[in-house]
């Protein structure tokens, strides 16, 4: 097998880093290899985008043209959709299907960021002397260090290089080790869709290598960081050394309610894919589930009937709802949490194993898995177990019901099934999560900002503003009606 480049200042190279490789996480085939950055490759790349986003054709680029580039790497993405769903299910195991939605979603982020670049402007404030006006505008940051985790990759690499690119910076993305190739992937396609060289490098390897070097990197002048809070916190730390901005879009262990008077067909299929999609490998899946008493057992039943035909198996087949995890260590540390959960005093309503399927041996599979009666100060209930785990505890009365949902150092999302809205808005109101779904679950709109409470992060990506976070204002102020200052005569 041919080893891939990567692409470090507009060129494509094989790395000077140790070798890393891609693993089909279905059977652990491998899919590809590669040589990881190195810290030449890390200084190579962030002088390339030094250089690059400060050149008169990028700087001067009306924003209108920097969209067209947006533009035509969303149209390539959009008609390379099968190939990169594939690409993304080869290299983290992502069902077919969520992994079509990701690319779609990929394609969908260049769009907005370009529009929103064409018709983002500075500001006029108003007046406070007839002699002196002042007019805010934005400019680029500079080098953008863009450090994504792997559960999402299309996704989250987009969030980061879109707005980034829009706004008129460069950008240095630092995939997972795990899951290099839809990054390189990316690369090659703004460099069709005409990206200037140097605006734009990927250099996949080890975080506390590679990313670490690029973080701490003189020129690097924003972290944009999609991974676990104790990273989070690491490159905060950093950032607030070197006095630059970070954005954080960290980890979560959301928990959704269920009123009694919820629908409960509805929420027991909301509550399915809110935790079992992307076997739970994701930071808003809801993962702690607060039912209320009187309708716990009809409630559960409908959910142990829904999850027990979840189809298992491989991801490449069109209707498998559960894939593999990303990793069989990744499957050790799930399979951890169930065992810790079972001592804690939790019982297994359904899963909390391997698959028997002799099929499914060679992968790094694990059953949907219910457990009840564990109390939410249980370690499985507060600690981000990022696998088809799901706790499920009863509440009695509300105001009890708000402390324990918002019992946690986490605050990324919630979500509500109830048929009364009026409660669901006085609930919403009170969660600390910066995502509340209200009688649906993890549905997305880039135009609506995303991120976290507490130690779920620190700013939000999409929506209109999130532009704004990748750019810093400058103030002018001109006078209408020049005069000397005579203060010296
Ligand atoms: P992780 O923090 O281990 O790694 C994320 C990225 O950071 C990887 O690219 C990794 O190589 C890099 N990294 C690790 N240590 C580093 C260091 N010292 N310096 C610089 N870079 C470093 O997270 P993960 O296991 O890849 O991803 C899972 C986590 O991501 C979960 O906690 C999940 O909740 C979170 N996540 C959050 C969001 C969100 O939007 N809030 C979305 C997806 C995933």
Redesign the pocket.
Known sequence: MNKMNIFVGGKWQPGRGKEIESRFPGDNHLVATLNSASLEDVEDAVIAADVAWRKPSWRNLPPHQRAAILYKASTLIDEKCEELARLQTLDNGKPWAEARGLVMSAASTARYFAAVCEVSGGELPPRRHPDLMTISTYQPIGVIAA??????PIA?DMQKIAPALAAGNAVIL????ATPLMALKLAEIFEQAGLPSGLLSVLPG???VV??AL?RHPLVRKISF????N?GR??AHIAADKLITTSL????KSPTIVLADADLDLAAHGVCYGIFSSMGQA?IAGSRVFVARDIYDAFMEKLTCLTEKLIIGDPRQEHVHIGPLISPAHRQSVQSYVDLAIQEGGAIRLGGKVPADPALQEGNYFCPTIIEGLSNHARACQE?I?GPVLVVIPFDNESELIQEANNSVYG?AAGIWTRDYSRAFQLADALEAGTVWINTYKVFSISTPFG?FKE??LGREKGLESLKAYMQQKSLFLAINPQPNRWCE
């Open positions: 450090i994504t985790p792997w559960n999402s989250s630092k995939p997972a080790e080890k975080g506390s990313g670490d973080v999609t991974g676990g809070t990273t690491q490159l879009e960290l980890g979560g930071c981000e990022f990324l976290g779920s992060g």
